[in-house]
């Protein structure tokens, strides 16, 4: 089962432009996260955003949350070329006193220098 | 450096041959599980284990074993692989402090199968 989704699939950008991708979920989380997986390479942590936040923000990343849509959002501001890459929302049910973390499909973003 | 190691990084078999893809991880965390990762699919969680010789199912765990004899270690085990096992795995692992609180995961480098 998959818990979050993201959208777009795919994105096609210029570099300087901004990216935005969107997860949606379906029940209550703790927390959020997203990562990135360059092609073929392990995820890579990104960001965690605690259900209690709002907004967060890490160098050119900024997330947000609205947990009454259970939806969340990653801006990536002035992309380069070496953002291309996926990026994948992770979340987490509490489910029989253990937790199961989920990943969406991923949206596949690339950069055009 | 602080990471997590998966080795064999390709692999090539045939259908029917035992193999064990090894994951290790320095970092003393409690929490391990390995995934698949197909076109189209995603990640999907195989097997994870919350400690020491406590694993459980994750989504698609048939065809698969796992064991957690030791807590840096969690090898993953296909007893008769198939074609359909043809996938890139991830182990990943993480501290496991809160009950229902997902913790940030590290992940290993993959492991690309192609079973024949």
């Known amino acids: 089962s998959q818990q979050g989704e993201e959208d777009p699939q795919a994105l096609s950008i210029q570099e300087g432009e901004n990216a935005t991708m969107n997860c949606s979920y379906k029940?209550?989380?703790?927390?959020l996260q997203w990562y990135r997986q360059n092609s073929g390479r392990g995820l890579v942590h990104l960001i965690l955003?605690?259900?209690?936040?709002r907004e967060k923000h890490s160098g050119r990343l900024r997330v947000t949350l609205d947990t009454s849509k259970k939806s969340s959002s990653l801006l990536i501001t002035a992309s380069r070329a070496a953002d291309t890459a996926s990026y994948f929302c992770?979340?987490?049910?509490?489910?029989?006193?253990?937790?199961?973390?989920?990943f969406g499909r991923g949206t596949s973003l690339i950069v055009h220098p | 450096e602080a990471q997590v190691t998966q080795n064999p990084r390709y692999l090539i078999t045939v259908t029917g041959k035992k193999l064990t893809v090894t994951c290790s991880q320095n970092?003393?965390?409690?929490?391990m599980s390995w995934y698949r990762q197909d076109p189209g699919l995603g990640l999907r969680q195989i097997y994870y284990?919350?400690?020491?010789?406590?694993?459980d199912k994750g989504d698609v765990p048939e065809g698969y074993k796992v064991s957690r004899k030791e807590k840096r270690n969690f090898p993953l085990i296909l007893e008769s692989p198939s074609p359909n096992q043809t996938s890139l795995y991830f182990c990943?692992?993480?501290?496991?402090?809160?009950?229902?609180?997902?913790?940030?995961?590290?992940f290993g480098p993959g492991t690309r199968l192609l079973v024949l």
């Open positions: 990943a692992s993480s501290f496991r402090r809160t009950l229902g609180v997902q913790e940030t995961q590290y």
């Open positions: 029940t209550s989380i703790n927390n």
């Open positions: 955003i605690r259900s209690n936040e």
């Open positions: 992770a979340t987490a049910s509490a489910s029989g006193g253990s937790y199961i973390p989920t």
């Open positions: 970092m003393n965390h409690e929490y």
């Open positions: 284990s919350m400690n020491v010789e406590v694993t």
